[in-house]
């Protein structure tokens, strides 16, 4: 059995997720201990005990310490099985985040896998369902992946209830990525959304016009951004940009919230793009850390914006599980 440290390197819910999705993809056993050992509440959270949960059921794993504010988890995985599932974080805890821990797990399956996420779609700390369908999936493409995604309703914090739909087929030839130089941009375009009862106050319109003009002097093109009003649980907004190149996308969001004006929701969204397209990179800083897993499995090579502390604990778990995949430089290298 591995065993993993879940206080090294960043420390906190993500090793749990990565550790569980490798343990069911490769039938390694695993055992995580000091789980969140240094955060101010340790221990399982509601939404690391949905991932875990959700992976244990994909695979028929045998798991030991699934509760809310257990430090410790073994995980023992028997086979993976295709078919529907159905998960409810109980709280605003992250889709988004819940989606990714369990897609390596759906795409090894031997039937399609057809999952439906109840829970947070634009909450912090974690990536908006927005970057996941437009940032996250094409990029997995290059992988071979076929996933549909769809976002049912939002869900904002407190109360989430967002609902996030998808398909996933299963990946028998994997093809390793390559991707080092992201092109030329070729566009830029975003999704600004807020409850609807925030129209009155056109909260959706004045996030998207404070990201139009930063993004149109650096980049000089007009982006293209849609403005949304929604009916969720919770009265919540943000904003969601992306920039498309030649052979990437490059992504960047920002949440509203109480004493936030609108006007600095969507600049903050545009100087975040602003600086990871001025990089340069392949992969935006995000999605680097996002797609290790995968790269350890099939292989490849990216150029990131940079290498995080969250892209390092990824793959100091992805080598115990004795997978190939290091950093040199911004170079990330995985071999199968």
Known sequence: MINIDGSKGEGGGQMLRTSVALSAVTGEPVR??????KRENPGLRPQHLTAAKAAAQMSDAKVEGLEVGSTEVSFTPRKIIGGHFRFDVGTAGSTPLLFQAILPVALSAPQPVSLTLIGGTDVSHAPSSDYVEKVFLPLLSNFGANVEFKVKRRGYYPAGGGIIEAEIQPLTDPKPLVLLE???IESIHGVSHAH???AKRS???RQSKSARTPLYNSF???PSLANQYVDSLSLGSGITLWGVCKN???GACALGG?????????LEAANLLTCELNSGAAVDSHLADQIIPYIALYGGEIQAAKITRHCET??????QFKLNIKAEGNIINGRR
């Open 32 to 37: 995580i201990f000091n789980i969140r050992s």
């Open 182 to 184: 992201r092109g030329n």
């Open 196 to 198: 609807k009862e925030l």
């Open 203 to 205: 909260v959706a319109e």
């Open 220 to 222: 000089h093109m007009a």
């Open 248 to 250: 990437s996308t490059i």
């Open 258 to 266: 109480q004493n936030i004006s609108s006007e600095t929701v969507g």
């Open 314 to 319: 990824n793959m100091d778990v992805a080598r």
